[in-house]
């Protein structure tokens, strides 16, 4: 099972909207409705800001949404801010019950 | 307060078995409500799943990693354990313990870290 596909960066203005795909196949994303998307600070751990495409957990911010059509996800960041440049990166449930990550995009805001 | 807290080596010899804990507090690794996995993350790369293991000691792995990885719990010591097989350099990577919730029985999402612990394969 190969790994998820993700852009290496992205980059967006402070109060822009910027959207991250996630591109898995028919055997992850396309099929299951388990993918989360983690937000990391450099040094620190994984941060889960959604889960199940698109709900997020109590205490993140709503600036942060998700969604699925077909076999890719993504991840909306609305309002851009300064504490939002980190690194993002989703992850799927798929066949024979495993768990494939992306590879992670780095988001610079500019 | 759930915490996580990786330990072991942080140095590991080519061809030898890397073996680390994860202490877990704040929460009963035997309450059946989560999973319990390990994650790695090699320097300025992605994550990478390694496996996870249920309170049955019900287990599942990357496939990628299945023939040189064994995940253990001990439910008296609120712990569970990773021992990865015949390392190599490509091993060397932060490694992480995290719970994952499950929803019908289906792994969902990743709730709480641990800090990760740094495992270098070298001679």
């Known amino acids: 099972q190969s790994g998820l596909t993700q852009p290496a960066s992205v980059s967006g203005s402070p109060g822009q909207s910027i959207t991250i795909p996630c591109t898995g196949t028919s055997s992850d994303v396309g099929t299951y409705n388990f993918v989360s998307w983690y937000q990391q600070h450099p040094g620190k751990a994984p941060k889960v800001i959604i889960y199940e495409v698109s709900q997020r957990p109590s205490g993140v911010s709503n600036r942060f949404s998700g969604s699925k059509s077909g076999n890719t996800a993504s991840l909306t960041i609305s309002g851009l801010q300064a504490e939002d440049e980190a690194d993002y990166i989703c992850?799927?449930?798929?066949?024979?019950?495993?768990?494939?990550f992306g590879g992670g995009t780095k988001l610079t805001v500019l | 307060q759930v915490q996580l807290q990786e330990s072991g080596p942080g140095l590991v010899k080519p061809s030898q078995t890397l073996s680390l804990t994860c202490s877990v507090s704040g929460d009963s690794i035997s309450s059946g409500s989560h999973y319990w996995t390990w994650i790695r993350q090699p320097a300025g790369m992605g994550l990478e799943w390694i496996g996870r293991?249920?309170?049955?000691?019900?287990?599942n792995s990357s496939p990628s990693l299945r023939s040189r990885v064994t995940i253990s719990l001990s439910t008296s010591k609120n712990q569970f354990s990773l021992e990865l097989r015949s390392v190599t350099a490509a091993d060397t990577a932060l490694y992480y313990c995290?719970?994952?919730?499950?929803?019908?029985?289906?792994?969902?999402?990743?709730?709480?870290w641990g800090l990760g612990i740094l495992v270098t394969v070298s001679s």
């Open positions: 992850c799927s449930y798929g066949s024979a019950s495993t768990l494939v």
């Open positions: 995290a719970r994952m919730t499950m929803s019908g029985g289906v792994p969902d999402y990743f709730d709480y």
């Open positions: 293991i249920y309170v049955s000691g019900s287990t």
